[in-house]
């Protein structure tokens, strides 16, 4: 029989059925569908940053941590010191005892006016419920004689007592604190946005700019702290025609106390603060700080120099004793 001849469309079908010669290709099993990856992908960069993230911290805490060692280390090593060599930064806070004392100066003289001194000294204390002791006065005149400081001035008095008080020279039998109020609990406040976030976003040109601001600031404290600071500021404008700070002003003085572990409670550590901080952030000054800050630049060898200096520290003390500085450092409302 004649076998009949297929057509060209019966082949292409034939070919399409003959499945034995597709190849077959495997395909590996655990790969996932292309949502599973990109999961899985961006889940491991989280984890990655967040690792980074953790390392960045545990440096930054460390180094922190050293930075606060060395800083203790150092307090305490001026505080072991002040009383057998000369402290440099104290010496700048001061003036020292003239070469030659005025013509009729006299013992008795002299004593009489370190008692008074130390007097004023006491009596401003006792305003701040602050009790100095006789042994503070012992140690401080110790300290004055290897500093070589005129104690003669109050102002030196209260330079000496600011400075010793923050490097903690004083113990608790020499200096006497009030008692700290326990904290008041307050109820739950609404969720406010934080200060950084309203610094970004509100103006401190405007009054009510400020205020916000300054009721932001005073959140971030607690009850105790915030009386001290709002003491702090009234006596800044007080003292300084109405002077009120700003808000970077603030920041600064708030984050610097924070960094170098001092008290919000002691209204010394401000004022030592406010000093430091003084050319940086354009804070006031007394007469006598911006006079003792002239003195760090001064060529003291110089005995022109140390007489110039000595004229304008008794012309400050007769305005002081004139127009004395008002230290609201009080911490009732």
Known sequence: MKRRKMSRDAKRFMALQNLSSIPVTPVPRGVGSLKEFTEQYNREQEEAKARAKAEQE?????????????????????????????????????????????????????????????????????????????SAVAR????????????????????????????????????????????????????KQSLDDLLATTSSETREGRALLESALYEEMTTEYRQVWQAFERSLAQNFNGFCLTESQRRAIYNTMLKRGLSLLNPAHYDSVRVSLSKAYNLPLYPMEKLTQEM??????????????????????????????????????
């Open 58 to 134: 545990r440096a930054f805490q460390q180094v922190l941590s050293q930075v606060n060692e060395t800083h203790i280390a150092l307090r305490n090593a001026k505080r072991s010191a002040v009383t057998v060599v000369k402290d440099e930064e104290l010496i700048g806070m001061t003036t020292q005892v003239p070469d030659v004392l005025p013509a009729g100066t006299t013992e008795d003289g002299i004593r009489k006016a370190v008692g008074e001194a130390f007097e004023t000294l006491r009596q401003e204390l006792e305003t701040r419920g602050i009790t100095l002791q006789t």
């Open 296 to 333: 760090e630049d001064a060529d003291l060898s110089d005995r022109n120099v140390r007489i110039y200096f000595a004229q304008r520290t008794r012309e400050i003390q007769e305005q002081r004793n004139a127009a004395p500085i008002i230290h609201d450092h009080s911490t009732r409302n």
């Open 140 to 191: 401080m005149i110790e300290c004055a004689r290897t500093q070589n400081i005129n104690i003669m001035e109050v102002r030196n008095v209260r330079a000496m007592f600011s400075y010793l008080e923050g490097i903690q020279f004083f113990t608790d039998e020499d200096v006497t604190y009030p008692p700290v109020p326990a904290p008041v609990a307050e109820p739950v406040a609404e969720t």
